[in-house]
């Protein structure tokens, strides 16, 4: 009980300080409705005298993306992998070494919080734009999609995180992090399906893309919600997807006991 009061203490601060920048989440969420435009066009342009491709209709794809912009807001990693770089570089990560708090389930507690908002903040400019889209998305009907997608959100969120955790602790050995997670992010925008559903790829490259975790971190929830992931084939990914999250939870824990040892405790 003691652990879990800490933590929410540590929640509702990182709610806190994510409120100070509602302003810029919400810009940037309408922002983000761009992609949609170019993605309507683009699309609409393949779709032209077409009825479907890959077995989709246009109207599944644009729901497709139109869901990966909320799942971006509300479980993607922005920039955790900076911070966790940034307060190891400047030594502001020393303060967590001497309390008893576990830094792995600290950072977590406020990328919950940060996403919380962020994913609140989303839904704002996507209602405004609602009745442009309301004929063009097309959702399932299966009653077991909105149970099977909650974990496969959260899997996701610890996935994207833990990944993030990794790189940015990368900072205990180089003075500059960004070309790693520049690296990440390519791979990523690559292979979770964000520029184009992964299920259109030729059948050998997607079955080896779903052995990779990037498949389980934006494609797995959002095909799941709508629809291009089948039950048999959700119930049989959240046991890769567990996986990935324990392989990459174990990685954290190496590094990090790692980096301790190379950490001179300089500044903070």
């Known amino acids: 009980m003691s652990a879990l009061t800490k933590y929410r203490h540590v929640f509702l601060v990182g709610l806190q300080s994510n ?40 109207g599944q794809t644009f729901t497709y993306f139109t869901a990966l912009i909320a799942l971006q807001f509300m479980i993607g990693a922005f920039n955790e992998d900076y911070q966790i770089g940034e307060e190891i570089r400047n030594g502001l990560i020393n303060q967590f070494l001497l309390k008893p708090i576990n830094y792995y389930w600290y950072r977590f507690t406020v990328f919950l919080a940060a996403r919380l908002v962020s994913g609140a903040l989303v839904f704002v ?5 609602y009745p442009l889209l309301r004929s063009h998305l097309t959702l399932p009907g299966e009653l077991w999609r909105p149970f099977l997608l909650v974990p496969a959100l959260l899997l996701a969120a610890l996935l994207q995180f833990t990944l993030a955790f990794c790189f940015g602790l990368l900072a205990f050995w180089f003075l500059e992090i960004q070309g790693f997670v520049i690296l990440s992010f390519a791979a990523e925008m690559m292979l979770s399906g964000q520029i184009f559903p992964l299920d259109l790829l030729p059948p050998s490259l997607f079955h080896a893309a ?13 095909g799941i919600l709508t629809g291009r992931i089948d039950l048999t084939s959700a119930l049989h990914g959240f046991g890769v997807q567990a996986a990935w999250v324990l392989a990459f939870g174990l990685a954290a824990r190496f590094i990090w006991l790692s980096g301790l040892h190379k950490h001179t405790a300089v500044g903070g």
């Open 19 to 58: 409120l100070v920048y509602r302003w810029n989440f919400l810009i940037r969420g309408f922002f983000s409705l761009s992609r949609l435009a170019v993605v309507f066009i683009l699309w609409g342009a393949a779709y032209a005298g077409v009825a479907q491709i890959g077995g989709y209709s246009i």
């Open 210 to 222: 779903q052995l990779l975790p990037f498949y389980y971190m934006m494609y797995f929830p959002a």
């Open 125 to 129: 400019p996507l209602l405004a734009v």
